[in-house]
């Protein structure tokens, strides 16, 4: 499975993006991280094939919303409401199992990343 994120660019605060993530393949659970330079990546959204379950970080409830299209093997980010302080490098990553609940927000959970993108909220 490759994965491929697109969708990032620059908005105003309180504006909204969509980000999506392109798998090549098949996957348990997908999971959107975002980092930000000298700070540790950070876990947004999970989501796994099996369950519409999805979970949050405490940055992005209320705001986020994180939905699969699986006849696609696609999965997007909805951001609104967005911060300067979302402005980060966004990643998509892939498990080829379905975590458990504890584990979608860890990164060392995932085998596959994909390339990121950048959001930069600003005005």
């Known amino acids: 499975v490759q994965l491929q994120a697109s969708g990032g660019g620059w908005v105003q605060p309180g504006g909204s993006l969509t980000l999506s993530c392109a798998a090549s393949?098949?996957?348990?659970?997908i999971a959107w991280f975002r980092q930000v330079p000298g700070k540790e990546r950070e876990g947004v959204a999970g989501?796994?094939?099996?369950?519409?379950?999805?979970t949050y970080g405490d940055s992005a409830k209320g705001r986020f919303t994180i939905s699969r299209d699986s006849a696609k093997n696609r999965v997007y980010l909805q951001m609104n409401t967005l911060r300067p302080e979302d402005t980060a490098v966004y990643y998509c990553?892939?498990?080829?199992?379905?975590?458990?609940?504890?584990?979608?927000?860890?990164?060392?959970?995932?085998?596959?990343w994909g390339p990121g993108t950048l959001v930069t909220v600003s005005s």
């Open positions: 990553a892939a498990y080829s199992g379905n975590l458990v609940y504890s584990a979608i927000l860890q990164p060392s959970a995932y085998e596959l």
């Open positions: 393949g098949d996957y348990g659970t």
């Open positions: 989501i796994r094939r099996v369950s519409t379950r999805t």
